[in-house]
């Protein structure tokens, strides 16, 4: 499968938009890869995002996704959320 | 529940003060003899030397919603007889003392709703994309999480 | 729950509508992250095919009030981080929709208030003296009784 | 020891309000007796109670008490009440 690139939104919250700066940004990412490889691309973005390593997940088109080497597929315009630990209620 | 009483699920993210008694007639019914009700409220804490003077909260809006639908199918799974599950969530400042959840959920009879009500918070503490952050009188705050 | 913080334990008999926000209100604590409440309502029901239009409810008023006491000790001594207490029981009649009972019980943590306020409903339907009568539409009645 | 009597308050709830058409009278007790013999004395004066029977419990001076052979002490003016089976919440 040739890749290609789409451009996907990134959305952080809680600590991971206070480390980035940002709440949501538009990236370009190459599809298919896996959600380790994504979550190295927001690294290499915002390397202050390493003290969150191994506590987020993403979520995919709003599905929670662990990050390991699973492929993940993003479309055009797909929305990709950083999560770190849930602390609601 | 007769056939013609549809089940309600309502969720609510909200930047207001929460009414448990909006909460508890959402899930009123003629056919149901119990409504179990969980309120989480802000406590007054403090953190090395410094006093908690209330929570900042936010949620991944949509997915929150998705998530509450899935929770729904997953309490009505376990306990077919809930009739009606209603849970408000505060978003944004929330003061100690003040609540950042209700839930209420009836059932005809009251062991059911007991033990969805508790799966509820759980469940929700676990799944549903929220976050808060303890702000202290010392103006700085920490992102806190729940215990798996 | 700091020392100078009294626990409160509060039983009414009431032949009003009883407010839920008001009990929910009794228990209130800064120290405690949970409330638990159970709301207990009269059912829309048929017997024989009758239909039931309400409960009229009585009580041994200054035992039931005894025995809440035996119960709120219970429930401490079983749940030592219990902060509040609060029981509403409505006396008289109960039009079919409404609450008969409406009870809170707030703790630091939420397993606390959930676990005592399963006991508290369990030992109030076993231990606490009142009655109700189950009236239809053909206006007789028949005297119920809470399993064991 | 002596027997003595003393006028004791008896109160009905529920069906035995219903059974005897009184909700509080007052009876005249012989003390010491049993539970057993207090309830064969409610069943002299109110033969409807018997559809009661094996479904009550007393309670003197607000504590419950099982009908069987157990000693009862009774003062003069003390309350007993007669409890069907339970139904609140």
Redesign the interface.
Do not use: D
């Given at each position: 499968m040739v890749p290609s690139f789409g451009e996907v939104s990134i959305l952080y919250f809680a600590k991971s938009a206070e480390l980035t700066g940002v709440k949501a940004e538009e990236i370009p990412a190459p599809t298919p890869l896996s959600s380790q490889q994504l979550w190295g691309l927001l690294l290499q973005r915002h390397p202050r995002l390493s003290v969150l390593q191994g506590q987020v997940v993403l979520a995919v088109r709003q599905q929670y996704i662990a990050i390991d080497d699973q492929p993940v597929t993003l479309g055009d315009g797909d929305e990709v959320a950083v999560v770190p630990p849930l602390s609601g209620g | 529940m007769s056939d013609s009483e549809h089940r309600r699920d309502a969720f609510q993210l909200s930047r207001d003060w929460l009414?448990?008694?909006e909460v508890?007639d959402a899930v009123?019914s003629?056919?149901?003899?119990?409504?179990?009700?969980?309120?989480?409220?802000?406590?007054?804490d403090e953190l090395d030397g410094r006093k908690v003077t209330g929570l900042e909260?936010?949620?991944?809006e949509?997915?929150?919603q998705?998530e509450f639908t899935k929770l729904c199918a997953d309490i009505r799974e376990r306990w077919p007889t809930v009739a009606h599950i209603c849970v408000h969530?505060r978003l944004g400042w929330v003061e100690?003392?003040q609540a950042?959840?209700v839930m209420a959920i009836s059932s005809?009879h009251?062991h059911d709703s007991?033990q969805a009500?508790?799966h509820c918070?759980n469940q929700?503490?676990?799944?549903?994309?929220?976050?808060?952050?303890e702000v202290y009188d010392t103006q700085d705050g920490s992102?806190?999480?729940?215990p798996e």
């Open positions: - | 009414s448990v008694q508890v009123g003629a056919s149901c003899g119990a409504i179990s009700v969980f309120i989480g409220t802000t406590r007054e909260y936010e949620a991944y949509p997915m929150a998705s969530h100690v003392g950042s959840v005809p009251r007991q009500i508790q918070i929700l503490k676990a799944k549903i994309p929220v976050w808060k952050k992102w806190k999480e729940n």
